[in-house]
């Protein structure tokens, strides 16, 4: 109904708060002298739970399946992923001005991304990037420098940590 909440009249929901089990407290309790684990097997020992991953003995799938050759784990061997910029986008931006992802997506000639590093790739037509463009990225792939600086433009990489201008390359 239209009760109003306060601090002196909350309560919860009926059966929403349940006693917490009291296990091995006597048969009259429910979950009295096994307390509810059964009588034998290795489910009822103490220390009971086995390692995540364990299979009884068979081998476990962790070990039955490939390691890739090439291919190195654990910590530091991550893929770097960059997000894409073409030079397609950079056809419209203004002559003789900076350019960076943070600018581009103001100017509405890029869409929002998820990664934090940024790339700049050739695009797919011959595209003709506008003349004396600073353009700042994470990286630049060859073909992609060579384009901009045909143009008159130079190319500097960014820190990926910091975003500071590390070099124009």
Request: proline share 4%; with cysteine; glycine share 14%.
């Amino acid at each position: 109904d239209n009760t109003e909440f306060t601090l002196d009249n909350l309560k919860p929901a009926p059966g929403s708060r349940q006693n917490k089990k009291r296990k091995g407290r006597g048969i009259a309790a429910g979950q009295g002298a096994t307390c509810g684990f059964g009588m034998r097997g290795q489910k009822s020992r103490s220390g009971r739970p086995t390692r995540s991953g364990f299979e009884g003995g068979q081998t476990p799938l962790y070990r039955r399946l490939p390691k890739f050759v090439g291919r190195a784990t654990g910590p530091g061997h991550t893929k770097t992923i960059y997000n894409i910029i073409s030079t397609d986008s950079l056809e419209k931006a203004q002559s003789g001005s900076t350019v960076s992802f943070e600018s581009l997506l103001e100017n509405g000639l890029i869409t929002k991304s998820k990664f934090k590093l940024h790339k700049v790739v050739l695009g797919k037509g011959e595209s003709a990037v506008a003349s004396n463009l600073t353009v700042q990225a994470h990286g630049f792939t060859k073909s992609a420098q060579a384009a901009i600086e045909s143009a008159g433009g130079k190319c500097e990489v960014l820190s990926p940590t910091t975003n500071k201008v590390l070099e124009a390359v």
